[in-house]
């Protein structure tokens, strides 16, 4: 079973950066369309961005557009969350989930397969 592991978490200052590192295992990931959910605690689990297969194309929630890229390298078997400009309503578990079948990158319910989650918070 394919299993998701995420890395790159941390305590950050507001304005700091991260890289989030998202992994299969054994497993590849160049046939899935991969997303980054972040959930607050008492907060809804909410998409924050999306890469497809293929020619990659991206997109991010408004509230990160610009300040966070995803990416991915096949070669690696990684998915990448970059997180620049980090305030502290960025603070959140955040997961990476991956679908075969995505057509709306914001629904939780596309995604076939989901990691732990590693916490990110910015702090002062």
């Known amino acids: 079973q394919l299993q998701l592991v995420e890395s790159g978490g941390g305590l950050v200052q507001p304005g700091g950066s991260l890289r989030l590192s998202c992994t299969a295992p054994?497993?590849?990931?160049?046939?899935?369309?991969i997303a980054w959910f972040r959930q607050a605690p008492g907060k809804e689990r909410v998409g924050v961005s999306y890469?497809?297969?293929?020619?990659?194309?991206?997109n991010y929630a408004d509230s990160v557009r610009g300040r966070f890229t995803i990416s991915r390298d096949n070669a690696k078997n990684t998915v990448y969350l970059q997180m620049n400009s980090l305030k502290p309503e960025d603070t959140a578990a955040y997961y990476c989930a991956a679908g075969l079948n995505v057509e709306v990158p914001a629904n939780p319910r596309e995604y076939d397969y989901w990691g732990q989650g590693t916490q990110v918070t910015v702090s002062s």
């Open positions: 054994g497993f590849t990931l160049d046939y899935y369309g």
């Open positions: 890469i497809s297969v293929g020619r990659g194309s991206t």
